[in-house]
């Protein structure tokens, strides 16, 4: 497809298309583009019109957007429709036609190119670094920008993978080809910004070197590489001179000086954690630096990154043997707390209005097992830090601060809560020496009496009339130390923190429902803290509690509430029922509401959580079932038909387990949307797939041969069959669905078909085998044995070709030993032992029954062989709505042959009257092999 001008004005006509607001037209539009991605040329003619100038901004930008889109579904696809031209110059030219772009298309860009990366480097993207390279040895800024930007994304995986020889390969590859050029641009980009360019250039320069930090960070991150280790006096000489920099000034909101500062700390923090035999000798000139950077750098929003990161540094020497002097003096540890921790945790008036005004930023960066970089988390880690070598000292000292702090509160409250709130967070501090996230604090400094503290000073600012900062502070309290307080207290504790839940703050609410949550769960020997029996006294205050919460505009999407909710229903089980109808109608209006437009995928999740706890823990019969039924299906519908790709998954999951809790026969509400399920539009969706699949069995199971009656309908069931077992990713949910298939339907309704089965599974087999394949091919060929027998499957696979059985056994029985699952594994044996017993085309080849019965007692005799099961994470990358299996309506384990309980027991039987019938066979069975079926049988 050529890049002319009627191509350009086709291509501009369908993306604005995309823009209309009839979603019809939309859908229509985005269709047509998809149609045209097999087009040679296609992906050029994007390109070409996302680089021009002439072309609208935003048209440029949709085409930015649909080219991401583009390469998402293509690069992450088992089977792409891109030609190899096209791939290949995408590949050759995209990271110079980025540098050609706006920063709005260059962003879009760059997510392709990282999406390209994922698949596809190194090994098959030799052009990308020497691209890289060529860019940045123009020493343009610029354009360094938009390669770095690019690029950068793909080597931060060196930060958290684990290590492995593939990993190391990468690296040196990107090393050989970036240490150099990296080097070159940062020692020649530091003075060229100390030389005091115009502020345009400057900031220019600020984001290159942000950029090379960025990268020089992924690549020592996991080893010292030869090249930087050489080159150590550069680059330390280098992050001198970028913390010497000025601050930013007040018209520059986001700070890139003090950015570019915050990342050469992180890389300071990870030599001197990691590499500090190579560094020390600097080590001390960088504490005197980034002490001077904390007591001159202002309390601005856009420093706290900084500062975080400038404490962990401070934390990090703190807590190495090699440094601990630098902080024994006393008077150097005063003056720590003095000008930087006690500073760092008092909160400031931005906090104050953060709390007020958006009170989800402030849970996000101050709630338990936030990752969010803080001043007071900085502050918090610093003491624990300085408390490894110095905790007697450091002890005493803040045992002081805490006195003076609540002395400044006794002695104006209205006016010094901060100083109170500060205490409280000091304590926290200093009496944290382990914690666990989701159990809260699990060791603390045994200097300190958290039940002492907690009567005196927290206990009090649970009451109605304190200011909710203080309110929040004990909450927060409790929650954390939630271990180290007495069962008694917490008794205490519970009613006075449900009456916070309606607290007219958000922050104050939140916490309430968190600690709810944390309690809820929460053991001691092995007892939950509060039972179902325990919860009864105030199972109603704290349901109405939550509920009316809910309902409040402040809350409407509140995770922590929703999530009590779930954890109480969880708790109080079968005493939920006098309730359950309010909850479920709660519910119901809550999920219409949410369904116009999801946002909040953890409230999302809590919510379809508490519709599986109501079900799960409610009594099976019709009457109940109908009452949930009446109250779900409005919802369910609405989500179905408008097609809310968040919630299908969730709607899918929990009519499954409406079904399988309800009784045979298979009402109409349920019928109708039998025939929808087998429709390709909704298996587009590969979130959809595991709760498809799962609804479609439990169709079969309470069905059976009364569904699938016509030729159209059995067809469609196993046209999904053959969709799923041409994947990779999604062939085990095939084997799933094809035994029920075989379990529940009569024979005669899909023997015609069972040719065809066979014979995709076996192509299947021959062009793409992975061991996850093979063990599903074992499991499902056992379990037709042992549902339509041994001479049946024989004879089935000699109807494809002759000898076909013997060769599929002879190929895959060696692997039977590396089927995992016990009821995977008891399923092979039952098979194994209906064609060792009952098969007298096995039984007619000797050395084929003897080598079955080996593999029988070496199923039952060794343990299971680990293997790679061959899903690579290329072939599950790329967005997808996602499917989050939900815990409360959990498929329930199905066995098909529960009615034999054991395995062995029932081999033992079979072999026991096969033998009896066959004497003759007995006595070539070997010794050692008797005396193992002889145990079986005693």
């Known amino acids: 497809m050529e890049a002319n001008e009627e191509n350009l004005q086709a291509l501009a006509h369908y993306l604005q298309l995309t823009f209309d607001p009839t979603k019809s037209v939309r859908k229509e539009a985005e269709e047509f583009l998809q149609t045209q991605e097999s087009s040679d040329g296609w992906a050029q003619l994007v390109l070409h019109m996302v680089t021009l100038e002439t072309v609208d901004q935003s048209l440029r930008l949709a085409g930015a957007i649909y080219f991401k889109n583009f390469v998402k579904r293509q690069w992450n696809s088992e089977e792409p429709t891109l030609s190899e031209g096209d791939r290949a110059f995408i590949k050759a030219s995209v990271l110079e036609l980025l540098i050609q772009t706006n920063d709005a298309c260059q962003k879009q860009l760059s997510e392709a190119i990282a999406i390209i990366a994922k698949v596809d480097f190194p090994e098959r993207w030799d052009e990308l670094m020497p691209s890289l390279v060529q860019q940045l040895q123009t020493m343009d800024f610029h354009a360094i920008i938009g390669v770095l930007s690019a690029t950068n994304p793909i080597f931060w995986k060196y930060r958290y993978t684990e290590r492995s020889d593939d990993l190391f390969r990468e690296i040196i590859y990107v090393l050989e080809h970036l240490a150099s050029p990296i080097t070159t641009v940062f020692e020649q980009g530091v003075p060229a910004l100390q030389a005091g360019p115009d502020a345009e250039t400057a900031a220019s320069i600020l984001k ?18 030869a090249f930087f280790e050489d080159h150590m006096k550069e680059w330390m000489t280098g992050f001198s001179g970028v913390l010497a920099f000025p601050a930013s000034g007040e018209d520059d909101d986001e700070g890139q000086a003090e950015q570019l500062k915050s990342n050469v700390c992180q890389v300071l923090c990870l030599y001197a954690r990691k590499y500090d035999d190579d560094c020390g000798e600097y080590v001390g000139g960088f504490v005197e630096q980034i002490w001077q950077l904390l007591t001159t750098t202002g309390s601005d929003f856009k420093f706290d990154q900084l500062v975080s990161n400038a404490l962990s540094f401070l934390t990090v020497v703190a807590s190495h043997s090699a440094h601990k002097e630098l902080f024994a003096d006393p008077d150097t540890l005063k003056q720590i707390f003095e000008m930087v921790i006690i500073p760092n945790m008092i909160l400031r008036d931005s906090d104050g209005e953060m709390f007020e ?7 996000r960066r101050d709630m338990e097992g936030s990752d969010a970089e803080t001043r007071r988390r900085g502050a918090n880690e610093l003491i624990r830090g300085l408390c490894k070598y110095w905790e007697e000292k450091v002890t005493a000292l803040c045992s002081d601060y805490v006195s003076t702090l609540l002395a400044a509160y006794e002695a104006d409250p209205a006016e010094n809560w901060p100083q109170k709130d500060a205490a409280v967070f000091l304590v926290s501090s200093l009496a944290t020496r382990a914690k666990v996230e989701g159990q809260g604090i699990t060791q603390v400094n045994d200097a300190i009496d958290i039940m002492q503290f907690l009567e005196a000073n927290v206990v009090g600012d649970l009451q109605p009339d304190v200011l909710p900062p203080l309110q929040a502070a004990a909450l927060k309290f409790v929650t954390l130390f939630r271990q180290q307080i007495s069962t008694e207290a917490h008794g205490q504790l519970f009613p006075l923190v449900i009456n916070h839940l309606n607290s007219p703050s958000t922050v104050v609410g939140s916490y309430a429902a968190a600690y709810i949550d944390r309690i809820l769960i929460m053991k001691r020997e092995g007892q939950p803290l509060i039972s179902s029996e325990g919860l009864s006294g105030v199972l109603e205050p704290l349901l109405t509690g939550l509920f009316e919460a809910m309902a409040r505009a402040d809350h409407s999407e509140n995770e922590y509430i929703m999530k009590a909710i779930m954890r109480t229903i969880v708790t109080a089980k079968a005493m939920i029922e006098p309730y359950i109808l309010t909850i479920i109608n709660c519910l119901s209006e809550k999920l219409v509401e949410v369904s116009k437009n999801p946002g909040k995928p953890r409230f999302n999740h809590y919510m379809f959580e508490s519709f599986g706890c109501c079900v799960r823990f409610s009594p099976a019969d019709t009457e109940t079932i109908a009452v949930f039924e009446q109250a779900f299906f409005p919802p369910f519908e609405y989500i179905l038909s408008q097609g809310v790709e968040e919630f299908t998954p969730y709607a899918f999951q929990l009519l499954s387990q409406l079904l399988e809790k309800r009784p045979a ?28 699949v799962r609804l479609l069995n439990a169709f079969l199971v309470k069905g059976r041969d009364t569904l699938f009656t016509t030729d159209q309908e059995l067809l469609a069931l196993l046209g999904v069959f053959q969709k799923l077992i041409a994947s990779r990713m999604w062939d085990h949910e095939g084997f799933n669905l094809l035994q029920h298939i075989i379990e529940c339907l009569s024979m005669v309704q899909y023997q015609e078909h069972f040719g065809t089965i066979l014979t995709l599974l076996l192509q299947r087999m021959q062009s793409s085998r992975t061991p996850k394949f093979t063990k599903g091919f074992l499991v499902f060929l056992c379990h037709a044995v042992a549902v339509l027998g041994g001479t049946f499957m024989v004879q089935s696979f000699e109807g494809i070709q002759e000898n076909l059985f013997s060769r599929i056994l002879n190929r895959v029985l060696s692997d039977v030993q590396k089927v995992s699952g016990d009821i995977e594994r008891k399923t092979c044996a039952i098979g194994l032992t209906k064609l060792i017993t009952e098969t007298p085309e096995v039984l007619a080849n000797p050395e084929a029954w ?22 690579d994470e290329e072939a599950q990358s790329g967005y997808k709505a996602a499917f989050n299996k939900l815990a409360f309506a959990g498929d329930p384990t199905h066995d098909p042959f529960e009615f034999i309980p054991d395995a062995r027991a029932y081999f033992a039987q079979e072999i026991t009257k096969f033998f009896s019938a066959n004497p003759d066979v007995q006595q070539t069975v070997p010794a050692n092999f008797m005396q193992m079926i002889q145990g079986y049988c005693s």
Do not use: R
């Not at 109409?668 to 709760?691: F, K, R, V």
């Open 208 to 225: 290159c070197l942000d950029l090379v930090v960025q990268v020089f960070h992924s690549l020592n991150a996991q080893d010292l590489p």
């Open 357 to 363: 005004d958006d009170p989800e930023e402030f849970i």
């Open 665 to 692: 026969p298979i009402p109409e509400t349920y019928m109708a949307l039998l025939g929808g399920l087998t429709s390709p539009d909704l298996w587009q969706n590969t979130a959809n797939t595991t709760p498809l």
């Open 850 to 871: 003897l080598s079955l019965l080996e593999c029988q007692l070496k199923l039952f005799e060794l343990p299971t062989e680990e293997t790679d099961d061959g899903v």
